[in-house]
């Protein structure tokens, strides 16, 4: 498929699950993390609920106070499924995250008190009639996907809506493609739940009301729990694949995911700078003093300015100029009496180079791999800074040790 045709017609949708898969597999922990700790109370609030209303001998008493509960916790989770979401972006435009505030994750739960809760009925509502469920599911999705943001509620809204709008073919081929999987994830949980009482029966004796009447498994709350391991399972993939959707969709303008393509291949180079910039200390090191003979010896300021009244000295040919800052045997000391002067600001440069990482990371040598793997950018700013005789006598070394 050609990139025109791709970028008309969206990415295929079992090509959209595979990127979903790497995007998460590739996440750290602490992503994930933060979607179950949105999703775990709610879905363990809802299941208690569910097996109270059905078997408590007081259910109706305290019915509403456990339903509004149970409503809270649902906020909770789609306000910390958006901040997953969030997170999940800056993974895929290689951009890092601003911290999130305490008035940014305000805004983020209004944008979800506000939008989410419609769709309490509206989905159910859109099953009955089948043709409109896969535009509204895409339209919660999204604004699942673009909540935490930043961004006003009506804002929110206007792209949830253009970009549930966009690609119909790609997103019900998605959604037939989740559902088969969702089928396939439910009865896996299934029947792993279904095994766990007679496996403790035959490892561990243990006797249970489910090893005495297998069909005593057949009842709402196994349902409802296997339903809920199931959501558990498969809705982070669910929010990563539509959250990819969003982003292609909206760099039909903005072209992000050709900068995100682009970042791939030219990674922080600041490790190249760094390595140029120590060569150059090395060579303007091992050039000597300005004022010192071939031989190495000095001469004082009274034979300099007799040599200057005279006209100067013959020209040095190449080979002389290069023994004069290579071939001494003093070089190597003055390398090692400048990295002992230079040292406060050789750390310092190192430091300052790779700021934005842990000490961990930068001592380890994983860490230095990553430092070597530098291409190109921000080395021009650095080659521009230094001085044209140095360029020249960098230059001069090259081009030697490429003839020998």
């Not at 009496?337 to 440069?349: G, N």
Request: glycine content about 8%.
């Amino acid at each position: 498929m050609s990139r025109r045709h791709r970028r008309r017609t969206g990415p295929e949708p079992l090509e959209l699950l595979e990127e979903a898969v790497h995007l998460l597999r590739l996440s750290p922990w602490s992503i994930l993390g933060v979607y179950y700790f949105g999703s775990l109370p709610f879905v363990l609030g809802l299941l208690y609920f569910w097996a109270d209303m059905s078997r408590g001998s007081a259910a109706y008493e305290h019915c509403a106070p456990a339903a509004f509960a149970v409503s809270v916790l649902f906020l909770w989770m789609k306000t910390w499924q958006a901040i997953f979401a969030r997170r999940l972006r800056s993974r895929i435009t290689g951009r890092s995250e601003a911290a999130l505030t305490f008035s940014g994750f305000f805004r983020t739960a209004l944008n979800q008190t506000i939008l989410q809760p419609s769709g309490l009925f509206l989905l159910p509502l859109s099953l009955v009639f089948v043709l409109p469920f896969g535009w509204i599911y895409a339209f919660y999705q999204n604004i699942t996907a673009f909540g935490a943001e930043g961004l006003a509620s009506k804002h929110v809204f206007q792209r949830a809506v253009r970009q549930a709008q966009l690609w119909p073919k790609q997103n019900h081929f998605l959604l037939a493609a989740l559902l088969l999987f969702g089928a396939i994830v439910f009865l896996d949980v299934a029947i792993g739940l279904a095994t766990v009482p007679s496996l403790l029966k035959t490892l561990l004796g243990i006797e249970t009301a489910f090893t005495r009447s297998p069909w005593g498994l057949l009842n709402t709350t196994f349902a409802a729990t296997v339903g809920a391991l199931t959501y558990l399972c498969l809705d982070p993939l669910v929010k990563a694949a539509y959250l990819l959707r969003c982003f292609y969709g909206e760099s039909l303008h903005t072209g992000e995911d050709l900068r995100a393509e682009l970042r791939q291949f030219v990674p922080d180079a600041r490790a190249a700078a760094l390595v140029l910039l120590l060569v150059v200390m090395v060579v303007k090191t091992m050039a000597g003093l300005p004022g010192e003979a071939i031989d190495g010896s000095s001469g004082d300021c009274g034979q300099r300015a007799s040599v200057l009244e005279c006209g100067g000295p013959p020209p040095l040919s190449m080979g002389a100029r290069t023994l004069n800052w290579c071939g001494s045997w003093r070089a190597p000391f003055r390398f090692f009496r400048m990295l002992w002067d230079h040292e406060p600001k050789i750390c310092k440069l190192l430091w300052d180079l790779r700021r934005d990482e842990p000490i961990e990371t930068f001592l380890s040598a994983a860490g230095w791999i990553w430092h070597l793997r530098g291409a190109s950018r921000g080395a021009g700013k650095h080659i521009r800074q230094i001085p044209p005789a140095t360029k020249g006598k960098v230059i001069a070394v090259l081009n030697r040790v490429r003839q020998v």
